[in-house]
């Protein structure tokens, strides 16, 4: 028989091994007893109340073996080294009883190796907790067991006689023998932390299990607590090969990670489409647009599919559309002040002012606050005799021949026209130099330019601001005259003078 029982650990140890099990040892104390049914006359209350629970202990193994993808109920098989058995103590009163016996003391000790096979469940309380409760029929095996029988006797009302016998529990089908075999059910409530589980339990034979001359039965009962250590790391049972949380019946790719947007596939952008078919597989996108971002064409931030103007950049609040230009004028509405009148930019979007009210606008009109023509770029047309008086100057300013210097013939001319310019500030004067065609035409335009400039120096030196004056030399590009004839020559060689004003 212990031969049996070493196979059934070694069984049991390499089924653990090799197996989804889970193994712990477990042992505690516990009070067993036996429960017996008889029909003698008046037992129950002469006999039954000096019967009394044997304290013992258990020890042994342990496991559990997922049932299911929850990992919640569980396969709990044990194997245990379990005493139990019952005591009998005595004391008689000799006075009332008519008997010669003073007192009886007897053990009736069994010991087995017990086979729980329970289902149980497990409630998480916490993050290491749990709530257990497990049920089931156990097998037990008889192992070894003894009992005493322990008698005084009073002797001719004097002497007392003690005696004391042992002796080992014999198996068979014989009278006072116990079966081998024994069956019945328990149940286990308690608590896990971590690997330590901490429970109660209560066990209840089934079984007949000794045999005795009267009709009787006798069934083992155990209460006791457990305190368990688990020696592997708890078994998970999953459907799920990858470990990647799509079960594997639902997952596309279920012997690689992958996401469960993407079936269970690697997805590594995270936007649902697979990498194996994700044209962008390291963008966002869409699975209409086989993984891609929705296009933005015009790269507006406004997304095709909203875009009304999906080629042309523009804006959200337009619908992707640019902001309208209602007066035409090529600034939008947004920055343009005047949105139903065109204007340029440099007036926001409004037309430009006339301050003056003369037809020109301030941008054009050289005198915006005074009122003029638009043939004097909107200042008031300079007075005929000024004019006059200007063109007859010029006529009068000589220079040596070839050469810029003014000759002094010139200086009442000259100063007539610094008079001009000094009683009105608003004129300005242009100086422009001519020459005949003698001579190559590079030196009669650098001549020219001299003259031009040496009358403009003069009039500066009379106190007339350079910023008002413009000398430009033309060389003789600009004939008035015929240059084959010496008169038509002279009337060329020349210096113009023009009125304008700011």
């Not at 209560?202 to 457990?226: C, K, W």
């Not at 430009?352 to 200042?379: L, Q, Y």
């Not at 100063?415 to 242009?430: M, Y």
Request: aromatic share 10%.
């Amino acid at each position: 028989m212990k031969k049996f029982y070493t196979l059934l650990l070694f069984t049991t140890l390499m089924y653990a091994a090799n197996s989804q099990m889970r193994l712990g040892i477990m042992g505690g104390p516990h009070s067993s007893s036996v429960i017996e049914k008889n029909y003698i006359p008046n037992w129950a209350n002469t006999t039954e109340p000096y019967y009394s629970k044997r304290s013992g202990i258990h020890l042994g193994l342990t496991g559990e073996i997922p049932l299911g993808y929850s990992n919640k109920c569980f396969f709990n098989p044990g194997m245990l080294y379990m005493s139990k058995g019952r005591k009998f103590s005595r004391l008689y009163d000799t006075t009332v009883v008519n008997t010669d016996t003073l007192y009886q003391n007897n053990t009736f000790y069994t010991n087995y190796i017990e086979v729980p096979l329970n289902v149980m469940l497990k409630l998480r309380m916490g993050k290491k907790s749990s709530f257990l409760i497990s049920a089931g029929p156990y097998f037990a095996f008889f192992f070894n067991g003894k009992q005493t029988n322990e008698t005084r006797v009073a002797i001719n009302n004097s002497d007392v006689k003690f005696s004391s016998e042992e002796s080992d529990i014999q198996v068979g089908k014989n009278m006072y023998n116990v079966t081998t075999f024994d069956a019945g059910v328990n149940a286990r409530v308690g608590f896990e932390f971590g690997n330590i589980m901490l429970t109660g339990f209560f066990s209840q034979g089934l079984m007949n299990f000794y045999e005795v001359p009267y009709d009787a039965t006798f069934r083992h009962r155990v209460i006791g607590a457990s305190l368990g250590f688990w020696l592997n790391k708890k078994v998970v049972l999953s459907n799920d090969r990858d470990k990647d949380g799509v079960p594997d019946k639902k997952d596309g790719c279920p012997d690689v990670p992958g996401s469960l947007k993407a079936g269970g596939c690697p997805d590594n952008d995270g936007d649902g489409v697979a990498d194996a078919v994700d044209k962008c597989p390291d963008i966002f996108g869409e699975a209409r647009y086989r993984g891609c971002p929705i296009p933005d064409r015009d790269h507006d931030t406004v997304l095709d599919d909203d875009d009304k103007c999906p080629d042309v950049a523009g804006l959200l609040k337009y619908q992707g559309c640019p902001p309208p230009d209602t007066d035409g004028d090529g600034i939008d509405d947004e920055t343009d002040l005047c949105p139903d009148k065109p204007g340029p930019a440099d007036f926001n979007g409004c037309p430009v002012p006339d301050t003056d009210g003369d037809g020109v606008n301030d941008k054009e009109d050289k005198c915006p606050t005074v009122a003029g023509i638009a043939e004097n770029h909107g200042c008031p047309p300079i007075k005929k005799e000024i004019v006059e008086k200007v063109n007859y100057a010029a006529k009068k300013i000589f220079f040596a021949v070839g050469s810029d210097k003014i000759l002094p013939a010139s200086y009442s001319a000259l100063n007539n026209v610094v008079a001009v310019l000094r009683t009105d500030s608003t004129l300005k004067l242009v100086i422009s130099g001519h020459t005949d065609n003698v001579g190559k035409p590079a030196s009669n335009l650098a001549l020219s330019q001299k003259r031009a400039d040496a009358v403009k120096n003069y009039l500066v030196q009379k106190g007339l601001d350079a910023n008002r004056l413009q000398a430009i030399g033309y060389g003789q590009e600009n004939p008035v005259a015929d240059n084959s004839t010496p008169e038509g020559r002279a009337a060329n060689r020349r210096v113009e003078l023009r009125l304008s004003q700011q």
